[in-house]
């Protein structure tokens, strides 16, 4: 029979890569846990919304759910970036969900996206970001001059440790960094590095992460979301939960296959950061909060959390 | 809920009968899409027009056509693009079509360049279609020529469908694109033979240039040769800005404006009504170009929406076919899926179903992405619907037609037919050359 | 529209017939000319597009100081002779159609076939239209830019989006009239030479 509602959701992964998976997974269960009663279609990479346009996509309903991320959407939701991580940032789990569920950084971004007509559902814990170069890095100095492809936040970051950022479009990077338009190039995490074959072209992995973990929403269109009954509202809710522990347990096993896949193909990490150079690192990264607080009402909100918890 | 059968036969029926009537392509498509949609699925459906319109004008990728066409006008206008053909026909001496083989030459380096269809065929469209019809050769003789010519952009390295394909397959750009090598190699020694011995049947097709009465001077000659050279050299300074790591295929096309403006002041015909001229020609045809996507996209992010991956998903499931049939079903829908979507879509949309499929009967992943490749090749330009289509009638002067165009195809989709089931008959076409190079 | 149909039936006293048709002679001539105007205006972007790339290579490979400004600069002016063209493209019939049929036709049903082929393209700008507006509020409402580390605004380019769908509208409708006047009379509406005067220019 029918369903009583029938749900779009898109994501950014291809159909069939592993994240994509996942996200198709979600989609099963909340059909199975409603008992078909929300009937979710998965949309994938290039199916019919572009991937800068998820975010649009949902507030305006074309599709009723997305799993974005807010690096893309830096332009309307500025506070996503700060969600997302800023460089520096920590890598634990467990201190991530705690900022979020116990630290106050729930109920802030419920209101910054709920201004902009959207249901903020769990926070999903992503691997870090790093950064691929063609040429070894021995110190930080090696990053002065070197021009890396690498969108806001991170181009901000690399900035402060003296390189050049670059703004390229994704399917230009692999035969930029093979002519030498640019020396490296950041991936949103090393599944990313992978996919885009980067290895082949570039060799030396920088040690540091230029974010720890990366946390993304999953978000409902507010409409939408108003006409589940509460019933079905905890369905959605309890589900996405489920997955954002799937996803985070999955997403290290994936993380970890493919850098043994890239080290299968040669990539070499670059040798092991001396202590100045990490604190150099953690300085680049701080002297953005500043900057993201003064940009944003709800992104200050969130710096302030943060700035009390360092104290 | 109507079914997605249902909706693209809909959807087809109103292509052919808005095409019929002569209706703009791009806003036909638009129209379409909104006028079904709203039926079908409500005004919410509206919201694809925004998402749509900043995906492809904030495209980088798609910066290229502006920008090569332009370099194009720029080219013909100063009448550096008819000292290149010049040029070239003096080195490949008094063979007839010797005008249409240099468009293949050419092609295949601005193929090089770029890594997208539209600029291949709007450069070279713009720089060689006039020279060879006032030379008085056939029409779709010319025409073809363009538009298979024009092809080779994602066939000749970089290929932005390719690293699309390796991307959503997790498969080696480098092996996709050393792997298309031979099969290029082998589509433009097709097109070759095929300008070379169809001229030889049917010498009405090429006309040989007239002896002139008056013999050149020495000087003369020496000028042609001077131009031609410097001309052609444009082209390897901007192959050669890329090899080079100085910009990326998309920028090429702005090395390429810039040097062809010094190459104009270098000839003494810079005039700056000239610039004016090639930028109002180029701009009526970025905008030409531009508002077909734009509908195209809006058209087929709609259809997608409403599932139609779903079910070419579910078409290829469980099919109980022998491998090599499964190839040829796959090639067959992929060749259907071009008569109304495009290209980067046909490959978002269908690597990803078709590829583990093939894998898992025991394919090599870059053969079966080169052929998906040579199979996007021949969608795009064939009717109704195809991008290769739609620019070479942008580009194309008023006397030319649709139906000259369809009709010039043929030849041009049955060579790149035969290349693509060679390369489906022999795989090592494709795999040995990235196994020689990259394993050893 | 609709009621310039009803005015040709109408019993109306022949002054008054002439004196509507010629303010709506007027109204298409006008429209003729903005967007001509405006058509040709846009394409002195097209070198300055060409430019702006060209530095952005320049200053990352000789100063090797990527600029923070060029990609969104050169996207923007991207859009811009993309959009703002549709509506000049329009009036010089240099959109794209499949003409096999089209061209086998006399000019007659051909305006007839043009009454169907815009209200199908209208159909698509009103909506265009009417979506850009709404972005443009968004736009500004949240201080929507773009997501590079340089972050300019967008609602400009909504606004662009707004004119370009409104000239395209108006072009259009300027086009359906002119179609419609010669399916009904078998006479042109406008003067001849609004057309291709840029041709071999
Ligand atoms: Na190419
Ligand atoms: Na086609």
Sequence with gaps: HAADHNWRFANLYSRGSAFGAVYESLAKNIETMSNGRIKVQVLYAGEGVGSTGIFGAVKTGLVT????????NAGELPAGLVEIGL?????????????FNEKGWAPILKRAYGEQGLVWLDPYIQPAVYVITKKEIKSIDDFKGLKIRAPGAYGKFLRNLGASPVSLAWGEIYTSLSTGVIDGSIGSNMIDHRDGNHVEVAKYMYKLP????????????????????PDLQAIVQAATTVHAQAQLTKSKLWESEAVKEMQAKGLKWSPEPSAADKAAWTAAGSKLWDEYAAADKYSKELIDVLRKEAN | MMSIELLTGILFVCIIVSFALGAPVGMALGGIAMGVGYITWGDALFNVIPTTLEATHFSFILLAIPLYIYMGQLLTRSGIGDAMFAASQMLIGRVRGSLAISVIVVCSMIGAMVGIIGAGIMTSGSIALRPMLERGYDKRLALGVIMAGGGLGILIPPSIPMIMFASSTQNSVGRMFIGALIPALITIVLLIAYVVISCKLNPNRAPMDKIPEVQPTVKEKFMTARDGLLSLMLIVAVLGSIIMGIATPTESGAIGVVGAIILAILFKRFKPRMVQKAGMQAALLVSVAMWIIVGASVFSNFHLLMGVQNMVAGFTQDLGLPPIMVIILFQVIMLLLGFIIDEFIIVLMCAPIFTPIAVSLGYDPI??????????????????????LFYLKGIAPPGITMLDIYKSILPFVLLKLCVLIVVMMFPELVTWLPNYIMDS | MTAFIFICFLPLPHRYKTMIMTAIRRYCLSVHAVVAFIGKSVSYLMPILAFVVAFEVFSRYILNKPTIWAYDTSLFMFGYIAALGGAYAQQQRAHINVDILYNKVSARTKSIFNLFSFALAMLFMVIVCKMSIGKFEEALEFNYRRQSEWGPHVHHYWLMMTIA????????????????????????FLPDDIRHQEENA
């Design chain 3, 165 to 188: 769908s409104g000239l395209l509208i108006l072009q259009l409708s300027s086009d359906w009239i002119e179609s419609i006047y010669h399916a009904i009379t078998g006479k042109p």
């Design chain 1, 65 to 72: 759910m997305g799993a974005t991320f807010q690096s893309l």
């Design chain 1, 210 to 229: 230029l974010a720890g973990a990366q946390v993304l929403p999953i978000i409902v269109n507010r409409n939408a979301w108003n006409k589940l009954t």
């Design chain 1, 87 to 99: 460089p520096g940032g920590t890598s634990d789990a467990t201190e991530l969900t705690t900022l």
């Design chain 2, 367 to 388: 053969w079966f992405g080169i052929l998906m490749i040579l199979n996007i090749e021949i969608a795009v330009q064939t009717p109704p619907y195809g991008f290769a």
